[in-house]
């Protein structure tokens, strides 16, 4: 069992950057592959991006590409997503998860463990 912390959403206005930090805490929480997904209110929760376990491999949806950087620190149990030329339309709650899975990261139901979310809120 292990918990997801996230932090660093806010307010912007659009071409602005944000950072998103997530910190996994409890057992072997630096073996777990991790990633951003986000939900606007009328929309189903999508994916953004993922890292492996290893921090060596990054997946990108095509709205993130060339705009977002995901990566893990030193130890492993953390996680950012930098976010440059941000856009209205990225406008959602974004959330970090965790998965034991090595494969399919894009989808919901790969993921074990989920933080609370936080609000990015971009303005035109």
């Known amino acids: 069992q292990i918990r997801l912390d996230e932090s660093g959403g806010g307010s912007v206005q659009a071409g602005g950057s944000l950072r998103l930090s997530c910190t996994a805490s409890?057992?072997?929480?630096?073996?777990?592959?991790m990633a951003w997904f986000r939900q606007a209110s009328w929309k189903e929760r999508e994916f953004v991006a993922a890292?492996?376990?290893?921090?060596?491999?990054?997946y990108y949806a095509d709205s993130a590409k060339s705009r977002f950087t995901i990566s893990k620190g030193l130890a492993k149990n953390t996680v950012s997503l930098e976010m440059n030329a941000l856009k209205p339309e990225d406008t959602a709650v974004y959330y970090c998860?965790?998965?034991?899975?090595?494969?399919?990261?894009?989808?919901?139901?790969?993921?074990?463990?989920w933080g609370q979310g936080t609000q990015v809120t971009v303005s035109a």
């Open positions: 998860a965790a998965t034991s899975r090595r494969s399919e990261y894009e989808y919901v139901r790969r993921y074990d463990y």
């Open positions: 890292v492996d376990a290893s921090g060596d491999n990054q």
């Open positions: 409890g057992r072997a929480a630096g073996l777990y592959s």
